[in-house]
């Protein structure tokens, strides 16, 4: 399985980027995590072959998650980034209860 994120760079706080993962494969759960240094990795927000989002409490209303099946790929839109968005993002995929992939990650940097 491979899994090519990209859209990472540097912004202004208040700016916006849109993540994409490319997977070599369909997947029935597509998510976006994020470490930012010195912390454990976090979940962003996932969404499955549905459509059905889910998004951790400080990111809602920022983020959209989405996903293109016939692509096997799955965006992550960022609106009015903060400084604290800065972290290094990684794309996850699960198929089924014990297949579980990880992305290369990449980097978001948001200055004040």
């Known amino acids: 399985v491979q899994l090519q994120a990209s859209g990472g760079g540097l912004v202004q706080a208040g700016g916006s980027l849109r993540l994409s993962c490319v997977a070599s494969?369909?997947?029935?759960?597509m998510s976006w995590y994020r470490q930012a240094p010195g912390r454990e990795r976090e979940l962003v927000a996932g969404?499955?072959?549905?459509?059905?989002?889910s998004y951790a409490g400080s990111m809602k209303g920022r983020f959209t998650i989405s996903r293109d099946n016939a692509k096997n790929t799955v965006y992550l839109q960022m609106n009015n980034l903060k400084p604290e968005d800065t972290a290094v993002y990684y794309c996850?995929?699960?198929?089924?209860?014990?297949?579980?992939?990880w992305g290369q990650g990449t980097l978001v940097t948001v200055s004040s």
């Open positions: 996850n995929v699960r198929r089924g209860p014990w297949m579980q992939y």
């Open positions: 494969g369909s997947f029935d759960y």
């Open positions: 969404i499955d072959t549905g459509g059905t989002t």
